[in-house]
C-alpha cells in the first residue's frame, strides 16, 4: 500500500509499435476528484465526486489513476528495463483525447 510522499512511477499503455507509454515518476499524494482527468472512468468520477489515486509528476503534473497503471518506483524501473519506452506528456494525451471526442461527437451530430 502506497503511503503520501512515497516515490511512484506512472505508466499510460503501449503503443501499436510495442512501446511501453511512460508518463514519469513522481510523488503519490493521496487521493482527488479528478477534475483534469479524461476518460469514462475520469468522467465518472468527477459526475459522483468520487476521489481517485492521485499523483504529482517530477514534472509537477498530475495524473490520476484513472488514467494510468502507477505503482511504487522501484517496481516501474524493474519493469521498464530492457524494453522499448516511449515518453509521452499526460497533458497532451489529455488534448488528443478531447480533440478526437470532439470529432466523434461533430460525426454523431451529422449522422442524427
Known amino acids: 500500500m502506497n503511503k503520501v510522499g ?3 512511477g506512472a505508466i499510460l499503455g503501449r503503443t501499436e509499435e510495442g512501446e511501453t507509454k511512460f508518463l514519469g515518476y513522481g510523488v503519490y499524494e493521496g487521493e482527488g476528484v479528478p477534475i483534469e482527468a479524461v ?3 475520469a468522467e465518472a468520477l468527477v459526475e459522483t465526486k468520487s476521489t481517485n489515486p492521485m499523483i504529482r509528476l ?3 503534473s498530475v495524473v490520476y489513476g484513472c488514467e494510468c497503471w502507477w505503482g511504487p518506483e522501484d517496481e516501474v524501473k524493474r519493469n521498464l528495463e530492457n524494453i522499448k519506452v516511449k515518453k509521452v506528456d499526460i497533458d497532451d494525451v489529455r488534448l488528443e483525447y478531447l480533440e478526437n471526442n470532439k470529432e466523434a461527437d461533430k460525426d ?3 449522422t442524427e
Open 6 to 8: 512515497d516515490r511512484v
Open 108 to 110: 454523431a451530430e451529422t
Open 58 to 60: 517530477d514534472s509537477g
Open 39 to 41: 476518460g469514462p472512468i
